[in-house]
């Protein structure tokens, strides 16, 4: 599948990256200053080809920015 690609209110564009059936990945493209964003999909959907600009605009808004690298544990083997 393919990413989907989308502009947000400012008309900053994105491409929607389906990383797993609970995360999508927005990231930013052309001339889109802004970082990446993880978000989760709506629960009624996990296809961002069927869900209308607006409603993948509501999930950029509410995705949140660049995760942290995870540390490696001192304990793990």
């Keep these: 599948m393919g990413?989907?690609?989308?502009?947000?209110?400012?008309?900053?564009r994105w491409d929607v990256v389906v990383r797993?059936?609970?995360?999508?990945i927005f990231?930013?493209?052309?001339?889109?200053p802004g970082p990446a964003r993880t978000g989760a999909p709506p629960g009624y959907e996990t296809d961002p080809f069927e869900l209308s600009i607006?409603?993948?605009q509501?999930?950029?808004g509410a995705a949140q920015g660049p995760r942290a690298?995870?540390?490696?544990?001192p304990f793990a083997d």
């Design 3 to 12: 990413d989907r690609r989308f502009a947000d209110h400012e008309g900053k």
């Design 20 to 24: 797993s059936r609970s995360e999508w």
């Design 27 to 32: 990231e930013p493209v052309e001339d889109n």
């Design 54 to 56: 607006e409603e993948l």
């Design 58 to 60: 509501h999930v950029l």
């Design 69 to 73: 690298p995870r540390k490696k544990s």
